[in-house]
Structure formats: C-alpha cells, structure tokens
C-alpha cells in the first residue's frame, strides 16, 4: 500500500511516516532526508542543494522525480512507500501519477495534514532530532521522556536544521502556498484526498491516518 502525505512544513509529517515505518513496516521516502544526505556527502551537488534549502527554495523538479523514480525501484518499496515531502509541484505529482502507473504501484489516499500557519512556525522553531538514529523531537510538543536522552537509541546528542528559523520558515510557507498547494485539486479529482486535522495531538492524527490506511 502507498500513500503520500501532504502538508505544510511542520504539519507532521515526518513523525507520522516514522510510526507508520515502526507499526507497519512500510518504507519512507523522504525527500528532504534524502536531500540532506546528498548535503551531508560534501559533494559539489551536495553545496548547490544545501543553498537552495537554507532559501527555502526547491530544487528542480527534474532531479526530484529522478531520485523518486531511482528510489522506488529498491525491492524494500514492495513493503509500501510513505511519499513524505514529494510531490511538492504539479510537476512532480504528474511525474509520480505516471511512475506510479508504469512500476504497477497502486496509490491508496493522499493524505492532507491541514495545521494552523501560527502553530507551524512553532512547530518548526522548536524541532530537533537524535544525531545518532534522527528520531524527531520538539521543544514543548514531544519532549524525550528523560530530559537530552533519546528514547529510541539512548543517544545523547541532537541536532537542528539550518533551514528551522523563524524567517525561513515563512519563506517554506510562502512556496508551500504557491507551489504545493495547487496539487490538492489534482488529487481531488481523482478521489484520493483524504483531510485529517493535523492540529490533534500526535496520537490522535496517528489513528486518523490508521483509519484510513484500514479502510
Ligand atoms: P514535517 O515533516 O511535516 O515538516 P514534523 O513531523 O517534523 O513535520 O513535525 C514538526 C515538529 O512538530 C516536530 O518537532 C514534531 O515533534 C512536532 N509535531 C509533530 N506532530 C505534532 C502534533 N500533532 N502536535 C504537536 N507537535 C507535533
Ligand atoms: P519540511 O517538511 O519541514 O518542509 P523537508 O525536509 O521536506 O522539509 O524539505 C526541506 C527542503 O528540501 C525544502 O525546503 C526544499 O528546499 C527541499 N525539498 C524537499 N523535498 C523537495 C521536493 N519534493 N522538491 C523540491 N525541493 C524539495
Ligand atoms: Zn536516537
């Protein structure tokens, strides 16, 4: 089963795909993970993505859909892939519609995390995660149960994203606006938008999706 989950930077969807990997072994595809990695390799690639990101900008489209259409293939995907920050254009949801087709992957729901503007700034100043496993915190939110210990690897250092500041953020929204948001219709057309209320606390949401993943 694949899904893709849609929503504004900091709506949740990275913690969600995470317990949806935990509980039903499903595979997620991060494109902004996958991003940092290619950052974090120190490539000349890695520096022109890294400046594109710290800008709140996206990268072109046609490397997107190219890394998605190379990632899908891994036989792993055969669990179910999570579609988490991909598509973010009209462009990219109509090079995963045809993807989708020719690999024979059938896509169950597009789900749309809908969360107050304020809160997100919130959400996403506050963020951080383990260095060691990237298991997702925040400040007030979700707070590791013993203080600076992870709870998933007992790691004891984290870390935050460059792009996490106040200013940044309201750029990300700005593209998330302009850009990502035209792609609901595309989705609506086809049936396959399903809303939950992304502002319920994070077990709630994590049962909302489970519903519909169980449908
Ligand atoms: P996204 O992947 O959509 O950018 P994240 O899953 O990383 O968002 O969540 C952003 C921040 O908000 C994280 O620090 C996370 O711990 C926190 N968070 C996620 N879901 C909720 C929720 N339902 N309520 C409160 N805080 C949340
Ligand atoms: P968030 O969910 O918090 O918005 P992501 O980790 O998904 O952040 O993305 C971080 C940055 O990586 C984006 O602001 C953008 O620059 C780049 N990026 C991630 N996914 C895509 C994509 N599908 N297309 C273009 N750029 C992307
Ligand atoms: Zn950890």
Do not use: W
Request: aromatic share 4%.
């Amino acid at each position: 089963m694949n899904i893709i989950l849609l929503g504004a930077p900091g709506a949740g969807k990275g913690t969600q795909a995470k317990i949806l990997v935990a509980e039903r072994g499903m595979v997620q595809l991060s494109t902004g993970d996958m991003l940092r990695a290619v950052r974090a390799s120190g490539s000349e690639l890695g520096k022109r993505f890294g400046e594109v990101m710290d800008r709140g900008e996206l990268i072109p489209d046609a490397m997107m859909i190219e890394m998605i259409d190379a990632r899908l293939d891994e036989p792993d995907c055969r669990n179910g892939a999570i579609f988490d920050g991909f598509p973010r254009t009209s462009g990219q949801a109509e090079a995963l519609d045809e993807m989708l087709r020719r690999k024979n992957l059938p896509l169950k729901a597009v789900i749309e995390m809908t969360v107050d503007e304020n809160a997100l700034v919130d959400r996403i100043t506050g963020r951080y995660s383990c260095e060691n496993c990237g298991a997702g915190y925040h400040d007030v939110y979700q707070r590791p149960s013993v203080d600076g210990v992870c709870d998933a690897c007992g790691h004891t250092t984290f870390k935050r994203r460059p792009d996490d500041n106040a200013q940044t953020v309201r750029d990300r929204l700005t593209v998330y606006r302009r850009d990502t948001a035209p792609i609901i219709p595309h989705y609506d057309a086809q049936g396959l938008i399903q809303r939950v209320d992304g502002m319920a606390d994070i077990d709630d949401v994590r049962a909302a999706i489970a519903a519909i993943m169980d449908e």
